[in-house]
């Protein structure tokens, strides 16, 4: 038969490790947690992917109209935008040199290019190419329509955007 004191030590050895084991998640209700984390993320995976692409075609727009503004200050005062490149944009000064000649600086990770419009010197083209997604692409297009030259409408395709600037 026990006596009392040892009843009593036995009863405080369980509380003692009662509490231990209740000071903390056990490994299934973080697994739980976790599971319940992926699945909200997954079913909001469309809206988030949604604001990384806009924030990309932001900061492209921000590019594309600064390249634009560079070549209106660089602009010839016979209009002639045949030697307008990237590289001549940096050498006056008018872009950030550490965009050197347009290679991977756009949020895609593409290149961003300048040149004379064959069809009218006057006028310029803007590209920026490696453009993964083609809802991207299209959105682009849209948030910069009212920036192209008149008579002519931005244009996406292969992952490369195109805009018409003209020169005066």
Not at 60 to 77: E, G, I
Not at 86 to 105: C, P, S
Not at 109 to 124: E, K, P
Request: no cysteine; glycine share 8%.
């Amino acid at each position: 038969m026990k006596n009392t004191f040892q009843t009593t030590l036995e009863i405080n050895e369980f509380d003692r490790l009662k509490k231990v084991r209740s000071s903390g998640f056990t490994l299934i209700e973080l697994v739980v947690v976790l599971a319940i984390i992926g699945l909200l993320t997954a079913l909001n995976w469309p809206s988030i992917s949604g604001y990384w692409g806009a924030g990309q075609i932001t900061a492209a727009m921000d590019q594309v109209l600064a390249v634009d503004k560079a070549a209106k200050q660089y602009r010839p005062t016979n209009g002639d935008m045949s030697n307008v490149s990237m590289d001549e944009l940096q050498d006056y000064g008018l872009i950030d040199e550490n965009w050197g000649d347009g290679t991977a600086i756009n949020p895609w990770a593409g290149d961003v290019t300048i040149s004379v419009d064959s069809s009218d010197n006057t006028q310029y083209i803007i590209t920026s190419g490696s453009i993964k997604d083609d809802r991207d692409g299209a959105n682009f297009v849209r948030k910069m329509e009212d920036y192209a030259a008149p008579s002519t409408t931005p244009s996406y395709s292969g992952g490369t955007f195109s805009i018409t600037f003209a020169g005066s």
